[in-house]
């Protein structure tokens, strides 16, 4: 019989083994499950890292001399953001008569940014087998500022970096 502290200092050394090929499958076979946004008929993959919240009734606050897509500010929780509309800016159709678009915010504080989408969010699983090798036809808005693409029931979504995306629009005012 081995004494706990005989068996707690032992070396352990791991073999090929099938649980270490396991792993390695599972480390393949990569899978995203995170809230997603529609725009027409392209799917956001929201960041699962980033804060964000579907807002209804939100006053948007219009600023002269702005691009149409720039909705214009808003307050929410005392933190002053901009509101875009993508569908706008991208050439996008708004999906139905656009009885059901709602405000998304994503970050919070100086980072914060908003904009419209076609319906509520929707929780989306991804996995590596749905991964698209050709980037899809978008608008190159999107596609310089994505990860990587995905198809899944008959849905394009989209791993973009929310970042780069909001300082490109930025960049365009």
Known sequence: MNLPSEVLNREFVLEDTPAVEQAQAAEKFQVITTHGVVLGNIGLLMPADRVSELIENLSICCLPNTPLWFQGIASVRGNMIPVFDLHELLGIPVLGKGQGRKIITIDSGEAAAAFWVDDMPRLVMVTSDDRMDNVPPLPP?????????YLKDGQIWIDWDVESF????????
């Open 141 to 149: 808005l999107i596609s310089d500022n994505s990860r990587s693409y």
């Open 166 to 173: 909001f300082t490109a629009l930025g960049n365009l005012m």
